[in-house]
């Protein structure tokens, strides 16, 4: 079992960064690819990144590039991402998960997940 716990999230204006974290425990969390996702009210479950077991591949959804960026910290069972020039449309609970596999994009291919961080941004 892997547990996965997001922080992080919260109002922030048009233009603006916020970083969020998402904390691993349980089995050998190095041995995991991460994945983030979001939802918005009304919608559907979205990919938005991805990263290898050791940090050294990422992916990323098109409308995320050059403003989002996940890294991950095995020593200490952190994973990031880091948003950057956050959108209205941005909005969304973000949700962690983990699989063994990379890169996966589809939700239901990943074993783990946290319960979420709501991500508000203001226009």
């Known amino acids: 079992q892997v547990q996965l716990v997001e922080s992080g999230g919260g109002l922030v204006q048009a233009g603006g960064s916020l970083r969020l974290s998402c904390a691993a425990s349980?089995?050998?969390?190095?041995?995991?690819?991460m994945g983030w996702f979001r939802q918005a009210p009304g919608k559907e479950r979205e990919f938005v990144a991805t990263?290898?077991?050791?940090?050294?591949?990422?992916y990323y959804t098109d409308f995320v590039k050059g403003r989002f960026t996940i890294s991950r910290d095995n020593a200490k069972n952190m994973v990031y991402l880091q948003m950057n020039s956050l959108k209205p449309e941005d909005t969304a609970a973000y949700y962690c998960?983990?699989?063994?596999?990379?890169?996966?994009?589809?939700?239901?291919?990943?074993?783990?997940w946290g319960q979420g961080t709501q991500v508000t941004v203001s226009s």
């Open positions: 349980g089995r050998t969390v190095s041995r995991y690819a």
């Open positions: 998960a983990a699989d063994t596999l990379f890169p996966l994009v589809r939700g239901e291919e990943y074993d783990y």
């Open positions: 990263i290898s077991t050791r940090g050294a591949s990422t």
